[in-house]
């Protein structure tokens, strides 16, 4: 039955019930797909070979995704959100299919990358076209489904990875998208009904390439720096230095572009800064967890992989539950209450890990997470919204990417902080000590300690409330 819908850009013909299982689908296709390699690197590389050219599997899917999320989202509010994520969704399941039937690892690499251009057309769109068919009462429940999904997917990722490796193939992680790419994007077609206002406009080709390049090179050297090569390597410094002068240049020209591919008024907004340096912190946290629970669980309590992916996914469990509930608070509370009271719950959250140590319990380090899990769901989705709702419609696919963008900066800098901070204490990577591995793991929770604070800062500085989208 047709709904009415929040922005008048969507047809009365739009069924929300189906499109919103739509956006759910392709949300946790590409969660998934971020995370289900890890429990089959070996048995991929046994059968591929280049076991050394494994971590680029999870670089090159992040960053082809990082980069394209701001072109997207620009796109989105010159043509429409239907057009972008389908052709995202295509590019998803092509990319999938050639990953099913590599033949090398060079060549499944490759197709990652495709995976991930797919990937940064779906994660944005799915938010932007909840924000358009969505009231701002309902937002936050709506918001919250999506945000559940995208984090049980990525806990669940490794877990199903492993089940298909061990029991059926590895080219099956892949593969599976195929058919559920093509029921997303089958309900997609038939129920999302959207009368875009297209007008005839320039696109700026040049800013778009300066924008990949720029950002590519910064988000290569954080994942990459202290890993596949030395910090004070040349190609780190190249990869810095030339991504410092290619955004300079993309500065330049899109202060000149008739309709520039990232336009500068965003970074003039306060509500769209301080959204996403929260929604970069909330990338650099959530890194650090899903990356050293796992690892603190299995490497110095001597737990299971099965029993630390279910420490961490209590995580998964706090952030719905908020951030379904988010919407009484900032309506009644305003966005900037609603966001501090969240932040004061991941502050607090990261001050108990800080008690975890090598006699802890699991369920002690769950709890943590949830409560950080928790404080999430109250900042993220708040923030978010807050910015999707101070944007009209030809503005809310780029101020939605630019939090998504951020978002994925952020694990790339969550990458690199928390790797050195791990590495520098560890002196055989190989086979660390559970005591030195314990001891860089608490280090690790100071420094997500340290971002929540900074997390809790920005969100002070959110506006109290904002037109109604």
Not at 18 to 24: E, K, Q, V
Not at 133 to 154: F, H, I, N, P
Request: glycine fraction near 12%.
């Amino acid at each position: 039955m047709a709904t009415e819908t929040a922005s008048p850009a969507i047809g009365l013909r739009s069924e929300r019930g189906p499109i919103l299982a739509s956006l759910m689908l392709a949300t946790g296709l590409i969660a998934l797909d971020s995370t289900i390699i890890a429990t089959a690197v070996l048995t991929i590389t046994d059968t591929l070979g280049g076991f050394a050219l494994f971590p680029w599997l999870f670089s090159i899917y992040l960053l082809a995704q990082a980069v394209t999320v701001p072109i997207y989202g620009k796109l989105a509010d010159m043509v429409g959100r239907k057009p972008v994520i389908l052709v995202g969704i295509a590019v998803f399941a092509l990319g999938s299919l050639l990953c099913g039937l590599a033949t090398s690892m060079v060549g499944l690499i490759v197709f990652r990358a495709i995976q991930g251009i797919g990937a940064g057309a779906i994660q944005p769109m799915t938010m932007v076209i909840a924000g358009d068919l969505y009231t701002l009462t309902e937002r936050a429940k709506v918001q919250g489904y999506l945000a559940g999904v995208w984090a049980s997917s990525a806990v669940l990722g490794p877990l199903l990875g492993g089940v298909f490796a061990d029991y059926l193939s590895w080219r099956w992680i892949f593969l599976i998208n195929l058919p559920l790419c093509a029921v997303a994007a089958w309900m997609l077609v038939r129920h999302f009904s959207e009368s875009a206002p297209r007008r005839a406009q320039r696109i700026d080709y040049l800013g778009a390439v300066l924008l990949t390049l720029g950002a590519g090179g910064l988000i290569l050297g954080l994942l990459e720096g202290g890993q596949a090569w030395a910090w004070t390597s040349p190609v780190s410094l190249a990869l810095f230095t030339g991504s410092v002068v290619v955004l300079g240049l993309f500065t330049m020209v899109e202060r000149r572009a008739t309709n520039p591919i990232l336009p500068l008024w965003i970074f003039t907004r306060r509500v769209v800064i301080a959204s996403s340096t929260v929604s970069l912190l909330i990338g650099a946290v959530v890194l650090g967890l899903t990356s050293y629970v796992p690892t603190f669980a299995q490497g110095v309590l001597g737990t299971g992989a099965l029993v630390a992916g279910l420490t961490v996914g209590a995580l998964t469990l706090g952030w719905p539950l908020a951030a379904s509930n988010a919407g009484r608070l900032y309506l009644r509370w305003g966005f900037r209450v609603t966001a501090v009271v969240g932040s004061i719950l991941v502050m607090l959250g990261c001050a108990t890990t800080l008690l975890i140590g090598e006699q802890s319990s699991t369920a002690q380090i769950a709890l943590s997470c949830f409560l950080i899990g928790a404080g999430m769901g109250l900042v993220a989705t708040p923030t978010l919204i807050a910015a999707q709702a101070s944007a009209e419609w030809q503005e809310r696919g780029v101020v939605t990417s630019a939090n998504m963008f951020a978002r994925s900066l952020g694990s790339a800098v969550g990458v690199a902080v928390f790797g050195a901070v791990v590495n520098a204490g560890i002196r055989d990577p190989d086979h660390p000590a559970p005591t030195e591995l314990a001891h860089g793991i608490h280090l690790v929770f100071v420094a997500m300690l340290v971002m929540a604070v900074v997390m809790l800062v920005a969100a002070v500085t959110m506006p109290g409330r904002t037109k109604s989208a």
